[in-house]
T-cell receptor, first 113, second 114 residues
Framework: SQQGEEDPQALSIQEGENATMNCSYKTSINNLQWYRQNSGRGLVHLILIRSNEREKHSGRLRVTLDTSKKSSSLLITASRAADTASYFC?????????????FGQGTILTVHP | DAMVIQNPRYQVTQFGKPVTLSCSQTLNHNVMYWYQQKSSQAPKLLFHYYDKDFNNEADTPDNFQSRRPNTSFCFLDIRSPGLGDAAMYLCATSRVDRANYEQYFGPGTRLTVT
């Protein structure tokens, strides 16, 4: 079953604007991670937030986690054309011993120069 | 730089003709994963190796097999590719004795079945 659901499916903004993507999940988790995928390439890990954390920052990225609502958001501030990519949330369910991740469907972000 | 390498980047095979995709890593990670990603979809885990222990996902077709001869290399074998197996195949690694379990991905191999 699909663990992570993301919205919006696609987001188009102008350079300099902020981009917000949301992710919802169904089961209890150990942590939630966000990955970026440029067209036709592999995924790159962006940021991880543990289940006991509520907010985390890394450069222009801000991630929040609400375990009571089983949801997370990724905010990219002051976006750049180079941020154009697909963004996936991935959850690591509690109890898995090998770090299995279940990915959401992703949000396609387009940043126009 | 430590990395995950996949070869080839693009692979064309014929319907029913066995094909092998390869992955190597210089990170010395103990877990290696194979994902299948179809266009505009999420990566779907096929199987993983935890050291030498092979773990198949319940819904992975028997047509897909894997080998891990040593820590650095892992292979994905598709015994009789069908048109529906055309996809991007992603290899990833992680080190599960670290609390974070973040995964490091290779660039992927795009498989075309003719």
């Amino acid at each position: 079953s699909q663990q992570g659901e993301e919205d919006p499916q696609a987001l188009s903004i102008q350079e300099g604007e902020n981009a917000t993507m949301n992710c919802s999940y169904k089961t209890s988790i150990n942590n939630l991670q966000w990955y970026r995928q440029n067209s036709g390439r592999g995924l790159v890990h962006l940021i991880l937030i543990r289940s006991n954390e509520r907010e985390k920052h890394s450069g222009r990225l801000r991630v929040t986690l609400d375990t009571s609502k089983k949801s997370s958001s990724l905010l990219i501030t002051a976006s750049r054309a180079a941020d154009t990519a697909s963004y996936f949330c991935a959850t690591r369910e509690g109890g898995t011993s090998y770090g299995k991740l279940t990915f959401g469907q992703g949000t396609i972000l387009t940043v126009h120069p | 730089d430590a990395m995950v390498i996949q070869n080839p980047r693009y692979q064309v095979t014929q319907f029913g003709k066995p094909v092998t995709l390869s992955c190597s890593q210089t990170l010395n990670h103990n877990v290696m994963y194979w994902y299948q990603q179809k266009s505009s979809q999420a990566p779907k885990l096929l199987f993983h190796y935890y050291d030498k222990d092979f773990n198949n996902e319940a819904d992975t077709p028997d047509n897909f097999q894997s080998r891990r001869p040593n820590t650095s290399f892992c292979f994905l074998d598709i015994r009789s590719p069908g048109l529906g197996d055309a996809a991007m195949y992603l290899c990833a690694t992680s080190r599960v004795d670290r609390a974070n379990y973040e995964q490091y991905f290779g660039p992927g191999t795009r498989l075309t079945v003719t």
